[in-house]
């Protein structure tokens, strides 16, 4: 079964960075385009990058470009999201998101705490 597992969350000073990993298994990784949501407190779920199959193309939600950067490893199964200059606007749960035969797929989410 599909298995998307969210890890490198945690607590950063305004300005730091982290880099988010999410491990996919359970359907061919290479044939799929991903994406990384965050849902803040009390906010909807908001679309934060995708990335094609091939990781040549890229997008971004307006309130990240220039900071995030997404990525994904196909040998590995991971797709990766650095954030840099975080800001604390940026606090949330942070998910990875695949949508395969019309169904989507969630992780369990990993925190990012953005704070002084």
């Known amino acids: 079964q599909v298995q998307l597992v969210e890890s490198g969350g945690g607590l950063v000073q305004p300005g730091g960075s982290l880099r988010l990993s999410c491990a996919a298994s359970g359907f061919t990784f290479s044939r799929y385009s991903m994406k990384w949501y965050r849902q803040a407190p009390g906010k909807e779920r908001e679309l934060v990058a995708t990335i094609n199959t091939a990781g040549s193309s890229t997008t971004y939600a307006d309130s990240v470009k220039g900071r995030f950067t997404i990525s994904r490893d196909n040998g590995k199964n991971t797709v990766l999201l650095q954030m840099n200059s975080l800001k604390p606007e940026d606090t949330a749960v942070y998910y990875c998101?695949?949508?395969?035969?019309?169904?989507?797929?969630w992780g369990q989410g990993t925190q990012v705490t953005v704070s002084s």
């Open positions: 998101n695949v949508v395969r035969r019309g169904f989507d797929y």
